[in-house]
């Protein structure tokens, strides 16, 4: 068979052609496999990090796809953030306000939920977190603090309803114990590995 290119002539035998439309599919087949792969790879370090944020992404966007570029686009927002661990004193002063909140559940307990509530946004500010609606200060927060996500959600949803319906005992108290866990996350120091992804 002959081909001309650029004005010249090639010429090439069945052979030939056979065995470039085998490399061609080869190399096709491999760019396809390592892009797969890539993928996965993705896929499986997104869903490892992100957790259950990740399944809720999912559910939310309506593909993996896009569920994965949202995430992508939560660790580049909060890139741009100037957070930072808590001063000494500053822990302190809110340790100390976590325990008169959750003394109060005794006595109070719807308000010390609302309070709970407060105080975690309070010290999300005090991390350096910008003030933006529950959804947009959650997709923040779960790039460094997925596993607790489902807790401030959980927890949150109780918090705002309490004006709206009556909550109950059972649901007051586990809210409190949710916040407790987002509390006790928040207030300690961040991990070197931590650090180095929010900075």
């Not at 309803?161 to 120091?189: C, H, N, S, V, W």
């Amino acid at each position: 068979m002959q081909f001309q290119f650029n004005g010249m002539y090639y010429s090439f035998t069945n052979t030939q052609l056979i065995i470039g439309a085998v490399v061609l599919i080869v190399v096709v087949a491999i760019a396809v496999a390592a892009y797969v792969e890539h993928r996965r790879t993705k896929t499986l370090a997104l869903r490892n990090r992100f957790g259950s944020e990740y399944d809720r992404a999912v559910r939310s966007h309506g593909s993996a796809r896009q569920a994965e570029s949202k995430l992508a686009d939560r660790e580049t927002h909060v890139k741009t953030l100037e957070l930072r661990d808590l001063g000494v004193v500053e822990r302190d002063r809110f340790v100390t306000e976590w325990y008169t909140v959750q003394a109060r559940f005794v006595d109070h307990p719807k308000a010390a939920v609302t309070e709970a509530d407060d105080l975690i946004n309070a010290l999300l500010e005090a991390r350096g977190y910008p003030r933006a609606s529950f959804e947009q200060r959650a997709a923040d927060v779960s790039v460094n603090y997925p596993r607790v996500m489902e807790n401030y959600r959980l927890a949150h949803a109780v918090a705002v309803r309490l004006g709206k319906a009556e909550a109950t005992t059972e649901e007051l108290r586990t809210a409190m114990i949710q916040y407790r866990a987002i509390f006790d996350e928040l207030a300690q120091p961040q991990k070197p590995t931590e650090q180095k992804t929010a900075a």
